[in-house]
């Protein structure tokens, strides 16, 4: 007779359970859910931490987020690049990202370095980046739309309509496609020499990330009738 009262105690705490689902809130994680919207970003750059507050400035009376792992005070730290590391990062490997932009990095700066060393007169070689982070730089930029298309109905008909692109949504379209373009190509080249070269094209304005952002803007373009409707 122990059996049934073992299964009777089972199913009544699974009764209360259910039961429990019905009335308590789903409760979900969100990211950086120990801080409030009362705490304020921690600021990491050297010249920012040197200018004095002023007596009105709200950091002087709000709490501060603890910095990152990754937000240091050196001079090499890029905030682009570490927003890129996260869009590179695959199953939370984040160190693994990080080493794959290391080494784009570096094979940026050989390539450079050669065709500087094989340059013959001064002109070329002023007209030579050779700083990696700077190409990497300008390589975004380069790929960021002016304008994206959104879905609005009107009838009964949905029309794209041509919208200016927030600066956000500019670096996230931008860091996509120059990642996607990267994984889109031969699975036997490394990633970081694809990377390399896809930035090195975006870099000069060339590619499959600046022929995404072109397609865009094309598109944008034939649906101009249509932009009123954003209003």
């Known amino acids: 007779m122990a059996a049934p009262c073992r299964n009777c105690s089972s199913l009544i ?3 209360h359970s259910l039961a429990l689902r019905q009335f308590l809130p789903v409760v979900t994680q969100v990211r950086n859910s120990q801080y409030n919207p009362y705490f304020m970003e921690p600021i990491v750059d050297k010249k920012q931490l ?3 507050l002023d007596e009105s400035n709200p950091r002087r009376f709000r709490p501060i987020k603890a910095a990152k792992t990754e937000q240091v005070s050196s001079s ?4 682009l690049a570490q927003k890129f590391i996260n869009r590179i990062m695959k199953d939370g490997r984040k160190s693994l990202a990080r080493d ?5 990095f570096e094979n940026i700066k050989h390539i450079q370095v050669e065709k500087y060393n094989k340059a013959t007169t001064p002109e070329q070689r002023a007209a030579i980046e050779c700083n990696p982070q700077a190409i990497f730089t300008q390589a975004v930029e380069n790929c960021k739309p002016v304008l994206v298309t959104t879905k ?17 949504y500019q670096l996230f379209k931008a860091s996509k496609w120059l990642v996607e373009s990267c994984r ?5 080249i ?4 694809k990377l390399a070269w896809e930035l090195l094209e975006a870099y000069n304005n060339e590619g499959k990330s600046i022929r995404k952002k072109q397609e865009l803007h094309r598109l944008c ?11």
């Open 50 to 52: 040197e200018q004095p």
């Open 152 to 168: 609005i109905v009107k009838g009964g008909v949905t029309y794209q309509v041509p919208v200016p692109c927030k600066p956000n």
């Open 100 to 104: 794959i932009l290391e080494k784009t």
């Open 13 to 15: 705490s699974k009764f």
């Open 190 to 193: 490394p990633m970081e020499k």
């Open 184 to 188: 889109d190509k031969e699975r036997k």
């Open 76 to 79: 090499y730290f890029d905030p």
């Open 221 to 231: 373009e034939a649906n101009r009738a249509y932009s009123h409707f954003r209003w």
